[in-house]
């Protein structure tokens, strides 16, 4: 199997280009990268480490590289309980930036978990999902939404 980079950045920048007009970011990659980012190392942080190979298995290779950059999986899992607290991790793994990103709003900030796991669904399984779902907090578990069958 021979490796493609050029393949890999195109293919990443076509779906970050997608993924900010679906967070009605405009044009700006930067930001929505960013958040994607945020959004990911937050998750891996509070899932076992199990279902994240099992999540990042069916990524596509440049969305492995973005889940697992900087990853220390013996790291101590963070007590995150309820969308406070995640949204409280998001924005650690976002700063400094995370001020001008989700504008000190909840409202903002929950709006873009939900879409990037909204988004998600077009590489990842309902069942990988719902596995994910499964192994949140009891308070966590509407970020992955049950009707998730488009």
Not at 39 to 49: G, T
Request: no cysteine.
């Amino acid at each position: 199997m021979s490796l493609n980079f050029n393949k890999y950045a195109s293919e990443g920048n076509a779906f970050i280009k997608d993924y900010a007009k679906q967070m009605n970011l405009g044009e700006d990659t930067a930001k929505a990268g960013r958040i994607f980012t945020a959004i990911m190392h937050s998750l891996r942080d509070i899932i076992p480490p199990a279902e994240s190979l099992q999540f990042i298995s069916q990524l596509p290779m440049f969305l492995k590289a973005v889940y697992v950059n900087g990853w220390n999986i013996k790291k101590e899992k963070p007590k995150v309980k309820n969308m406070a607290e995640f949204l409280d991790l998001v924005r650690e793994h976002d700063y400094p930036a995370a001020v001008n990103d989700f504008e000190y709003s909840d409202d903002i900030a929950e709006q873009y978990v939900d879409t990037t796991f909204i988004y998600l669904r077009k590489y990842i399984s309902l069942g990988e999902m719902e596995d994910i779902r499964d192994s949140l907090p009891k308070d966590l578990k509407s970020m992955i939404y049950t009707n998730l069958m488009f």
